[in-house]
């Protein structure tokens, strides 16, 4: 029976580590006992020099997914690939995931696919500073939030006065 594993490797490794692992279960003939492997990993957008760009992030770096049927063949295959430190559970013995947890991670990497998450997240009452726009350099209060529209609603003093202000992600940073 096929399980969902979680393998942890040297961060940065992952790529690597993935590849060996597809690869080699086909060279070595149990290709069908290794089915999947997933990095988790997300879509994120950020606006640099005025230009939005979309990056990929690893959410757990240093961690790949793997769907098998775990045996002494694929435990020793896997445990001996350069960059794998071993397999999360406790003892000598992997534990599987829960089905549902790893919707949860599948789930949440096609999701940024489609519509990628912010860089920096935000919470209501945090403390900004305004990097670009008409109030550069002004610091101000979250009131409120719009993430599908990536904008917040800020009280900034000016003039001694609050003043509520409707900025985008990429202009302010976290103080």
């Known amino acids: 029976m096929k399980n969902w594993y979680v393998v942890h490797t040297q961060t940065g490794l992952e ?3 993935r590849t060996v692992l597809l690869s080699g279960a086909i060279a070595q003939g149990f290709a069908e006992a290794i089915t999947k492997v997933v990095i988790p990993t997300e879509q994120i957008s950020e606006v640099r020099s005025g230009k939005k ?3 990929e992030r690893r959410f757990f770096p240093g961690y790949v997914l793997v ?4 045996n002494d063949i694929t435990y020793s295959f896997i445990k001996n690939i350069p960059g794998v430190t071993g397999f999360l559970g ?3 013995k992997p534990i599987p995931l829960p089905p549902g947890e790893v919707d949860n991670i599948l789930k ?3 999701e940024t696919k489609l519509k990628p998450s912010p860089k920096t997240i935000f919470s209501k009452g945090e403390q ?4 670009e726009g008409p109030f550069m350099n002004f610091n101000g209060t979250i ?3 719009h993430p599908e529209k990536g904008k917040l609603k800020v009280s900034i003093s000016i003039f001694g006065r609050s003043t509520p202000v409707e ?3 990429w202009q302010v940073e976290k103080v």
């Open 67 to 70: 769907e098998m049927d775990l």
């Open 90 to 92: 406790a003892g000598r």
């Open 128 to 131: 900004i500073r305004v990097k």
């Open 53 to 55: 760009r979309v990056s």
């Open 15 to 17: 790529d690597r580590v």
């Open 108 to 110: 949440r990497t096609e």
């Open 167 to 169: 900025l985008e992600y």
């Open 143 to 145: 009131d409120d939030i």
